[in-house]
């Protein structure tokens, strides 16, 4: 089982911020965790990552709260090209497979 | 200048056929991964592959047997494929399986069997 939830689904303007959170309260003190993408069909795509800082990157924000049990990625000017499904995922040890929860499929409406 | 290539982009079968998909990263990673996407859009890791070496095999059927010729390349080849196997089929890289090693995907290989 995935170590995360995260909302079936999302619905944002264009040209606003999207805000999409994910739990992961039984992460591990040492374990980062990952947000990738996957527009229609295509193969998913690295976003960010970060283990309890704060991380932005050209892409998008990583907000990890204080406690690391939740976090929230953030595109500060969402796009159309934007919509697809965002895998939010906690990185395990080496070798330890990753599982891929069901994600968050966000709209961007024009 | 792909990193991560996969071929073919589609492919269609016959049930008991036998058929592989190549897997061919650029990016001097020493891990290869391949992933199934069924029709409900969960993506699943299969195998993992550092430096050569197995690492993960996860409940597959023996039928499907990877083979890393070299760090650069993993090919999944799958014997007497069955319906259940149509899904679309991920290749990924990462430098190691460090938490700190970030993977890239492949375009992906959609597989439909007749």
């Known amino acids: 089982d995935a170590k995360t939830t995260q909302p079936t689904s999302m619905d944002c303007a264009e040209g606003r911020a999207a805000n999409l959170p994910c739990n992961h309260s039984?992460?591990?003190?040492?374990?980062?965790v990952y947000w990738y993408r996957q527009i229609h069909s295509q193969g998913p795509q690295y976003i960010i990552h970060g283990l309890k800082n704060n991380e932005t990157n050209e892409m998008a924000s990583l907000i990890i709260t204080e406690d690391r049990k939740s976090s929230t990625l953030i595109l500060p000017h969402a796009t159309l090209r934007d919509t697809a499904v965002y895998y939010c995922?906690?990185?395990?040890?080496?070798?330890?497979?990753?599982?891929f929860g069901k994600g968050t499929r966000l709209h961007i409406l024009p | 200048d792909t990193a991560v290539s996969q071929t073919p982009k589609y492919l269609v079968t016959q049930m008991g056929n036998d058929k592989s998909i190549k897997c061919e990263q650029n990016l001097g990673h020493d891990t290869m991964y391949w992933y199934k996407q069924d029709s409900k859009k969960f993506l699943k890791i299969m195998f993992s592959y550092n430096n050569k070496e197995l690492i993960i095999n996860e409940t597959v059927p023996n039928r499907f047997s990877p083979k890393s010729p070299d760090k650069a390349h993993l090919n999944l080849h799958i014997n007497s494929l069955e319906l259940g196997d149509s899904a679309v089929y991920f290749c990924a890289s990462s430098q190691g399986m460090w938490r700190t090693d970030t993977q890239y995907f492949g375009p992906g290989t959609r597989l439909t069997v007749l």
């Open positions: 995922i906690v990185r395990p040890s080496w070798g330890d497979k990753i599982i």
């Open positions: 039984t992460i591990s003190g040492n374990e980062y």
